[in-house]
């Protein structure tokens, strides 16, 4: 349900006291449209948040883009904006939160101050920001796959990809970057869902499987440094699961990042390449991490130190070839 329920009887001329028991705001049947609407609203509250902080670092999302989306801006279709739609949630007043075990979790929001509302500010009527782009391809996206919905997570996913696509110095191409970025959004996805599916954790396909695997191909090619990590109980959780889960998109700086995934992507075994990634992150710093003790350690790994991908890249490709 992207519009409001009720909107299409309201311009046929129909009254409020005509509204029917299905179509009713309170109508406690969970097939109901409205109880539908309301459910999307907790999904689209959690978007929102994280797409209005996406790359706090860069500029970029919090500007207008060029090419808004004018059936939805146009005031005569009378279409709602997610913006909007957030604004004027009846949920507005509280912090709906669900993770990756499909727990929902609501808390009241703390009292803003006339600085922190400047994170949320808001571009004038009749243009749109970048972020509020990525928020209607991630709300789509949590429609047409109930399955999977929305998890925090995803917003670090598709931010590369509309960046790649709005930047893009062809403007004919650069106008379809939601187009675009949507496609292919979806399709990766569709390859990296399992990591977002917490009944899934324990499967061959599961996150945890592939933590456990980059300590096995960490073993075999750095026993020293496996054993050292497994004496300080360092388990790949610790760090693996983000730079794993999120395509290493939060530990290094956006360029960088789609520099890797350039490789990735180019690769027939894309994500046993990253794997082998992270392997040549983890040897990159063995002489730090023998010498270190726990807390030292994880303090490397999960603020990992290095920043030349292409020597991290160069690493993991001997790694590949050294099979």
């Not at 006339?114 to 500010?121: D, K, R, V, W």
């Not at 996150?207 to 790949?236: A, G, H, R, W």
């Not at 490789?263 to 991490?289: E, G, N």
Request: charged fraction near 25%.
């Amino acid at each position: 349900m992207i519009i409001q329920p009720g909107i299409a009887k309201a311009n046929l001329g129909v009254s409020r006291e005509d509204v029917t028991l299905e179509d009713h705001p309170l109508n406690p049947n969970p097939d109901s449209r409205w109880n539908t609407y309301f459910k999307d609203n907790e999904v689209l509250l959690q978007i929102d948040k994280d797409v209005r902080r996406l790359y706090p670092d860069m500029a970029f999302f919090q500007r207008p883009t060029d090419y808004p989306c004018l059936l939805i801006l146009d005031p005569q279709n009378e279409f709602e904006t997610l913006r909007k739609r957030v604004e004027q949630t009846t949920l507005k007043s509280q912090t709906v939160a669900r993770n990756r075990s499909g727990v929902t979790n609501v808390s009241s929001p703390l009292k803003t101050t006339p600085n922190s509302l400047s994170e949320y500010e808001v571009l004038p009527n009749g243009c749109e920001a970048h972020w509020e782009v990525v928020e209607r391809i991630l709300f789509i996206y949590a429609k047409l796959n109930p399955g999977i919905a929305y998890v925090q997570g995803m917003n670090e996913i598709v931010g590369p990809l509309y960046y790649t696509f709005a930047t893009d110095p062809n403007s004919e191409w650069k106008e379809h970057a939601e187009a675009d970025t949507f496609f292919c959004f979806t399709n990766l996805m569709a390859e990296i869902r399992d990591n977002f599916i917490k009944s899934l954790d324990d499967s061959q396909c599961g996150i945890t499987y592939k933590m456990e695997k980059v300590y096995s191909t960490l073993k075999e090619k750095d026993v020293e440094l496996y054993l050292k990590l497994q004496e300080q109980n360092i388990k790949p959780q610790f760090f693996a699961f983000r730079w794993l889960t999120l395509l290493l998109s939060q530990e290094f700086l956006l360029p960088d990042v789609i520099r890797i995934w350039d490789s990735l992507f180019a690769d027939d075994k894309r994500f046993d390449f990253l794997l082998l990634v992270c392997c040549a992150m983890l040897t990159l710093i063995r002489d730090q991490l023998l010498e270190g003790d726990f807390t030292l350690n994880m303090r490397l790994l999960q603020d990992y130190p290095i920043s030349d991908v292409h020597l991290i890249l160069k690493k993991a490709k001997e790694l590949q070839d050294s099979k």
